[in-house]
């Protein structure tokens, strides 16, 4: 890993469930940790679901080694969320972390 490549400064996000005022079950999303990683879109996908289309696009994501991260989190990029899938201590050389994410939009009304 070269440290030019980790480009992007993301920030890494854990959430805790509670319930709202009005007895609704809600979760909020608070940043535990913001880092430089390098990401990489590595596929992508759309269905129809109705008259809405939804296109998802998986990235990996590469950055110095961390044991907090899980794939219940996400990565905060910009105002883009990606969703972490997957967790991998790349090589089990304590270095660095990998990261599978999905990056889900939804347009509606986005079929013309």
């Not at 509670?18 to 940790?33: E, F, L, N």
């Not at 044991?67 to 997957?86: A, E």
């Amino acid at each position: 890993m070269k440290i030019g490549d980790l480009r992007h400064r993301i920030d890494l996000q854990s959430y805790t469930d509670y319930i709202d005022i009005y007895g609704k079950p809600d979760r909020s999303w608070t940043t535990y940790a913001t880092v430089w990683a390098q990401i990489t879109p590595t596929s992508s996908s759309e269905s129809i679901n109705g008259l809405q289309l939804n296109t998802s696009t998986t990235h990996a994501v590469l950055m110095r080694h961390r044991t907090d991260v899980q794939p219940n989190h996400r990565v905060l990029f910009g105002s883009r969320i990606l969703n972490i899938q997957g967790v991998r201590n790349l090589d089990e050389t304590n270095i660095a972390t990998g990261l599978t994410c999905q990056e889900a939009i939804s347009m509606e009304g986005g079929i013309p």
